[in-house]
């Protein structure tokens, strides 16, 4: 037998246990030896009931999802999921860690489950573009009821134990779980009245009220889940399982799941997945063990360093504010007071885990407090100057073998760095606004960084729950240097014919959240406009310049926070509407360059923005500013709101044809050679007939 699969005879009971770490996800070898141990229990005069249960830190967490995409081999998890219903000996499920997808679905055809309080259980198909597929959608309704079914499964999100022991999806919670699941076990042997909970398929479950309400979810799902597959296919499965007896509802289960495993949806999701987790695998790690971290100093109490600062606390380090002056330091104090004030209000945290929280959070005006720490992150304004005394001022109050990180959005970190006598300390770490709440780290790697600050840097981020991308120290490193990029193809777009409004439009019916200038009115203009000036000098003097939003800065319309950008703003409203006067600027502009204006199809829209970005991010691999195409698109994904379930933009340019891209880049090229030139990168893999995923590897 594999040892994926240990099988061990007590007495009357037969216990079968996973060992596939991590995870124990149920690969080929482990469905193979759980078939082969079922078999044996079964055949085992001497076995009265079975327990499975997951070595290691977890129940299992789901099919192997390396193995999709490759043609499924039998024994397959649906069949499994059959046999133990069927079997006669009573099977329980013991659940700790994370009983999740494939997994959760064994134990929900077994015939009892228990669960130690911290066991997470769920069915997160939906995240990767699926649905359940061993019988997830036909059994839990039975279990839970549709509403509750619907939620877990839609959402994707875990549930605690015990909200699943209020809603039936198991039958107790106790925390040696194979004591209790043994004594369970032989208390019941032999009882007429044993719990069999397969018996869920005669639940009957039409009534008019769960037609109304899977109606109402779907209604629901089509604003919230807006252009994605999975979860209305997941409402077609329960919708199924009112009136088909369940192995016809297994069946349609079974179809639905293949034809979600084949659409381009379900491929970026599970590619976003391992893009995800492959992000933190990086060389420094692999040389050097992290720098040990329990305090940190945040020099800078205004938007990021307050966000950076409650980014920390919650994650248990001791945290050092310090501002300028009074003023700003209690500026500082009531940013971060007011987060943990919002969670109390909401009810997402009580009183005393906030007190001892903020018991953590030590501000002052007295830059010599730092002395001790472990780290500090600068997030003061973006000025290189200022940058530079707060460093010089840090180089001589730091201890020994500090890290010194800025959380700058473009300046230079060797420059930074050689102010100090330690370049080697220092590294940056740019965070995402609100930086409590935006997973995105970007860890800047300058020239003479010790390889035990870069791991440092991305053991900050797991503890932050962050996800982490090593970018190299170029203008704006990954993120903001290929978001400068598109936003000037926007621009061109916008001044060549298409109004702003049927650019955002294009945008969001991409999938993205909200259009670009939509973007820059709740980032506020001023921002892209200081930062234009600074590099307006250094600014190649060949480059096409849209004066555009210049123009509205001018007028003092920044976006929402003054009222009026590219849309108009009444108060109290976040949407805003479109603005005939910033049309007429617009025109103005066009003429005095002597545009006549063409009209843009969304599709045509699309090619040049995202033509834009595939280039720029191109040119960012060819420069080595980011280790791998997939690091990209998880910048993209986590910082700047590319839709999930198109994978990234170099993943999109794989499935759209880097080929396609290439033609699309050629042809504007005729017309602005400067902007639009391919990166080499692009030509080359067209010519040798690969794509940036054959990067990744
Ligand atoms: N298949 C294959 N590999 C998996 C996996 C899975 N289901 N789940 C996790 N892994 C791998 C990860 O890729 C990672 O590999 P690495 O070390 O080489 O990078 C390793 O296991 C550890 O994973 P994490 O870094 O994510 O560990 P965490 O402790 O942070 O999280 C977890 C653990 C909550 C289980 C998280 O990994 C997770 O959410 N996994 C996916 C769960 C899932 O989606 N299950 C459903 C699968 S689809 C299914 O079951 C279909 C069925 O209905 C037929
Ligand atoms: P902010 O203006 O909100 O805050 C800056 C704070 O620094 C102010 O409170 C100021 O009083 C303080 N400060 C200035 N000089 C100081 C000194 N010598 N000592 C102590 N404190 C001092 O600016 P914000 O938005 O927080 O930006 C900070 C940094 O983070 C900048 O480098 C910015 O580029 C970067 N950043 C900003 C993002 C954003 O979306 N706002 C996103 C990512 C990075």
Redesign the pocket.
């Known amino acids: 037998m594999a040892e994926v699969i240990n099988l061990s005879i007590e007495e009357d009971l037969a216990i079968i246990s996973f060992n596939n770490p991590p995870v124990n996800s149920l690969g080929l070898a482990v469905r193979k030896g759980l078939v082969e141990a079922l078999n044996a229990a079964e055949n085992n005069v001497n076995v009265r009931a079975i327990i499975l249960i997951g070595e290691g830190s977890t129940f299992p967490a789901g099919a192997d999802i390396k193995e999709f995409g490759h043609p499924p081999q039998e024994p397959h998890l649906p069949a499994i999921c059959d046999k133990i219903e069927k079997t006669k000996k009573p099977v329980i499920s013991a659940l700790h860690g994370t009983a999740l997808g494939g997994g959760l679905e064994i134990a929900l055809s077994s015939h009892y489950r228990i669960a130690s309080e911290k066991t997470k259980i769920g069915l997160p198909e939906v995240h990767l573009g699926l649905l359940p597929g061993a019988g997830g959608t036909q059994r839990l309704p039975r279990l839970a009821g549709i509403v509750p079914a619907l939620k877990i499964m839609t959402s994707g999100n875990p549930i605690s134990s015990t909200e699943a022991l209020k809603i039936g999806i198991i039958d107790k919670i106790a925390e040696d779980l194979l004591l209790n699941a043994k004594s369970f076990a032989r208390e019941n042997m032999g009882k007429n009245n044993y719990p069999i909970t397969s018996n869920i398929q005669d639940k009957i479950i039409d009534s008019e009220e769960n037609r109304g309400a899977i109606k109402s979810f779907r209604e629901e799902l089509q604003k919230k889940a807006r252009g994605l597959l999975a979860p209305q296919k997941i409402v077609d499965c329960v919708e199924a399982s009112l009136s088909l007896k369940i192995e016809d509802g297994l069946k349609f289960e079974r179809n639905a799941f293949s034809e979600l495993m084949a659409t381009k949806q379900s491929k970026a999701l599970i590619h976003a997945f391992f893009a995800e987790r492959k992000s933190a695998k990086i060389p420094e790690i692999a040389r050097a063990t992290h720098r040990s971290i329990s305090s940190l100093g945040v ?7 307050s966000g950076i600062t409650v980014a920390a606390l919650n994650a248990g380090l001791h945290v050092k504010m ?3 002056d009074k003023d ?1 330091i209690d ?2 104090i009531r940013n971060v007071r007011k987060v943990y004030e919002r969670d109390v209000e909401k009810g997402r945290m009580n009183l005393e885990k906030k007190e001892k929280i903020l018991s953590n959070y030590e501000p002052s005006t007295d830059m010599q407090n730092l002395s001790q720490v472990d780290m500090v992150i600068e ?4 000025e290189m100057e ?1 940058k530079k ?2 460093f010089r001022k840090l180089d001589k109050i730091a201890k020994d073998g500090a890290v010194l990180a800025s ?4 300046l230079n970190i060797d420059e930074i760095a050689s102010v100090t006598k330690r370049p080697q300390d220092v590294i940056g770490l ?4 609100p930086a409590n709440i935006m997973r995105l780290l970007e860890i800047v790697i300058p020239g003479k960084v010790a390889d035990d600050v870069v791991a440092t840097g991305f053991h900050l981020a797991k503890r932050m729950k962050k996800v982490p991308v090593r970018a190299g120290n170029c203008d704006g490193f990954i993120g903001n240097r290929i978001l400068s990029t598109y936003g000037e193809a926007a621009g061109y777009i916008m001044e060549d014919g298409a109004s702003p409004y049927e650019i955002d439009k294009a945008i969001v019916n991409f999938g993205y959240p909200m259009g670009p200038y939509q973007m820059f009115d709740l ?1 506020g203009g001023d921002i892209g406009w200081a930062t234009r000036k600074r590099k307006s000098a250094t600014r190649n003097p060949k480059l096409r310049y849209v004066e555009i939003s210049d123009r509205l800065c001018e007028n003092g319309w920044f976006g929402q926070k003054t009222g009026r950008g590219f849309y108009r703003y009444t108060e109290g409203e976040r949407r805003g509407k479109e603005d005939p006067e910033v049309l007429n600027i617009i025109q103005i502009e066009r003429e005095k360059k002597g545009i006549k204006p063409k009209d843009f199809s969304e599709e045509e829209i699309l090619r040049r923005y995202l033509g834009a970005m595939i280039n720029e991010s191109a040119k960012v691999i060819e420069e080595n500013m980011a280790l791998r195409p997939s690091d990209i698109d998880v910048t993209k994904l986590y910082g700047y709101g590319f839709p999930r379930h198109k994978g990234g933009p170099m993943h999109y340019a794989d499935t759209y044809g880097l080929n396609k891209i290439l033609d699309d880049l050629n042809a504007f090229s005729e017309e602005d050679p400067v902007f639009w030139s391919p990166s080499q990168l692009i030509v080359d893999l067209v010519s040798s007939g690969k794509n940036f995923n054959s990067l990744n590897k």
């Open positions: 020099i800078g109490g205004g938007t990021m360093g310090i501002e300028k700003s500026r500082g997030a003061v304004y973006e200022i005394s707060v959380n700058t959005s473009y740019h965070f995402f606004s980032a």
